[in-house]
């Protein structure tokens, strides 16, 4: 199933490292060191902004990666792009989601960021959170209207990945605001029988006490 090579992607996630900043465009080792001065310095020149390190990540996206909201900031008022994708697909409001930077988020939220934008996988920011089980993050997204019913290229929805991953608390955040736990993905399982496969007993006992809608 998909959803197993999701599941095995998540378990090996490792940021991305700078073991050898040699290997990097200068404002990336700044980046890392987090120093302000060199950084308004460095971003003078605005072709630093579009700077790519090996991953194909800007400053913008690898700040977001970091965690760094006053960078990100910085960055974003200095005219830097919010839809720019690494070597994956992942914009910076992506990574942000990934990492359950609430910060950083609104940040990029209040810098007109795609809320439904997509990696190579077509997964939103949303499909993240909730496949970590990030209460706040999820939160935060649904309430700047974040898709709810979107699906990636497996044709996963939000709710099926949250039902694989057993996270109960998103499952009946995710009900609340609207999801369908009846929409099936290509393999033809919805919410619920997702939750099955995986054991997810709660999730199971939840979801069918949801009526399906007579059409």
């Not at 795609?114 to 077509?122: K, L, P, Q, T």
């Not at 089980?133 to 290229?153: F, P, S």
Request: with cysteine.
């Amino acid at each position: 199933i998909v959803i197993n090579k999701l599941r095995f992607m998540i378990s090996m996630m490792v940021e991305t490292p700078m073991n050898n900043p040699s290997l990097y465009p200068e404002i990336f080792v700044i980046l890392t060191e987090g120093n302000m001065e060199k950084i308004n310095n460095e971003i003078k020149n605005k072709d630093a902004l579009n700077q790519r390190n090996q991953y194909r990540m800007t400053p913008l996206i690898y700040s977001a990666m970091l965690g760094n909201e006053e960078i990100c900031n910085l960055l974003l008022k200095a005219g830097a792009g919010t839809e720019e994708r690494d070597i994956d697909g992942n914009t910076a409001l992506i990574w942000a989601a990934r990492n359950n930077n609430v910060k950083v988020i609104n940040s990029l939220l209040d810098a007109k960021a795609d809320i439904n934008a997509r990696d190579n996988a077509g997964n939103t920011p949303l499909m993240w959170a909730t496949c970590f089980g990030y209460k706040d993050t999820v939160e935060t997204l649904l309430k700047n209207k974040a898709e709810i019913n979107i699906r990636n290229n497996a044709g996963d929805t939000p709710l099926i990945l949250a039902s694989a991953f057993g996270h109960i608390e998103i499952v009946k955040i995710l009900i609340e605001n609207g999801a369908d736990p009846f929409i099936k993905n290509l393999e033809g399982y919805d919410s619920i029988q997702t939750a099955k496969l995986f054991n997810r007993s709660d999730v199971v006992k939840f979801l069918e006490s949801i009526k399906k809608p007579r059409k």
